[in-house]
């Protein structure tokens, strides 16, 4: 246990609507991060090679794969593929610098536009945002955040989640306002911004490094996956 995240042990969290404390949030990180025998993603997710640069290659659409979320149609690989210099050009205008945490407005309206993609092409065949999400994150870890069900309970669906339904909102519109949501939970205070980022820093000598974002992701699966049992 850090010395910081030890002092700290006590101190509220939140993934959306799901609270918990940094001991508890310690717990489910170091766990992840260090029993692979136990089938957890990391470090396979976020040590996958994928496709060099920033933008992504086609290599980089099996990443879902490593956190249960395949491809799982050779349609989807093609519509997947066609859509890939929209989807890029998206992306290049998102720092790779800027963590979420630091983000500006426009820095977040730039990020959310990358999951606005649905909204030009909605129909790309067995891909919704779980699979996106997982492939963008790996090009820009420190600012898009990760998806799925679990995640989406945490900030979408619970009766207290802070992006609730609104019918006929577009996709870049909920994009910013989860973002916004998430921002919101690694910034509460100082203290919850350090936590967040002494658990990223919770990785095994010698393994990928982590982002806040996907420490936060790791911790709202279980508090996602808890609510839902």
Known sequence: MTTYLAEHSDLKLHVGARPTTVAVAEQYVRRYLNTPTEHWSYP?????????GADVGLQDLFAPTLLNAPIRKLRSYYELEQALPELNE????????????????????TAARVFGI?????????????????????????????????IERCYHTDPDAPVPYEKGRAWEEFAVAWLQAVKADLTATPEIERAWRELAALTPPGGPTITPLRALDIVGWRLGRMSAA
């Open 44 to 52: 396979a997710y976020d040590g996958y090679p994928g496709s060099l």
């Open 90 to 109: 998206r992306l290049r205008d998102v720092r790779d610098d800027v963590s979420l945490a630091r983000a500006t407005a426009e820095d977040i309206r």
């Open 118 to 150: 649905f909204d030009v092409r909605p129909d790309i065949h067995g891909v919704k945002l779980t699979t996106l999400a997982k492939i963008v994150h790996r090009k820009r870890p420190l600012i898009l955040p990760l998806w799925d069900e679990h």
